[in-house]
């Protein structure tokens, strides 16, 4: 049983850019969070995925934006990248949260922007 | 105010010690708690969830104090492989909301 997937595990974009993040969640759950850690930081919750829409938003800027497809799998896609994104992107999956089931994470994308 | 606050450490003790971290949390209709483990560079991992009656995992013990709004971790007989960052997490199932707290760091030492 694979556990969450996340693609890339490290990548380096240019102040500008735009980047595209990919997770496929564990077998069996439905729900998809993406989170931010910097450096020496807890996990800084961007938004949350559930039935292909957007339920949940942290404090992220319109930049961060993201989507579901009919297997759960995510996307998060960042725009007009800054020196400040620079962060390990962690997806997270679990069966609804709202069920009371417990968060899973992947190994994260290592993002880099120069 | 931060949803979920936690001493930043670092804990520095010795091996075969016992060591405690705390971490409040300021929404009372805080529903489910949990401790996560983070290794340098590496995702977090479910160590264990909290209840309201105390659980206990081997040499991992695990609180939950409503009343004063915290949780607590302690750590038995320290090992070397304990070494790692601790965060703790506060679920408010009624909002689909999940805070971490910036994560306690341990360090085991020889």
């Known amino acids: 049983d694979a556990g969450v997937t996340q693609s890339p595990t490290h990548l380096i974009k240019t102040r500008g850019q735009q980047v595209t993040l990919r997770c496929s969640p564990k077998?069996?759950?439905?729900?998809v969070s993406w989170y931010q850690q910097a450096l020496g930081q807890g996990p800084q919750f961007i938004f949350q995925?559930?039935?292909?829409?957007?339920?949940q938003r942290g404090n992220f800027p319109d930049r961060f934006s993201g989507h579901q497809y009919p297997n759960y799998s995510s996307e998060l896609n960042v725009n007009a990248l800054l020196l400040g994104d620079s962060a390990l992107y962690l997806c997270a999956s679990s069966l609804d949260v709202s069920s009371g089931n417990t968060i899973y994470f992947g190994e994260g994308s290592w993002l880099t922007v120069v | 105010r931060k949803e979920v606050e936690q001493d930043p450490g670092p804990f520095n003790v010795p091996e075969g010690a016992t060591v405690a971290f705390n971490c409040t949390y300021s929404?009372?209709?805080?529903?489910?708690f949990f401790w996560y483990r983070q290794d340098c560079r590496k995702e977090p991992k479910l160590l264990m969830s909290?209840?309201?009656s105390g659980n206990e995992d081997g040499r991992f013990t695990a609180q939950l104090n409503r009343a004063s709004q915290y949780i607590s971790l302690l750590i038995r007989d320290s090992k070397l492989s304990d070494s790692a960052t601790y965060l703790c997490?506060?679920?408010?199932?009624?909002?689909?909301?999940?805070?971490f707290g910036s994560g306690t760091k341990l360090n085991v030492k020889p």
């Open positions: 077998s069996g759950h439905d729900t």
């Open positions: 909290v209840y309201s």
């Open positions: 995925y559930y039935e292909e829409e957007e339920r």
């Open positions: 997490v506060v679920i408010l199932y009624n909002f689909n909301k999940f805070y």
């Open positions: 929404n009372s209709a805080s529903q489910s």
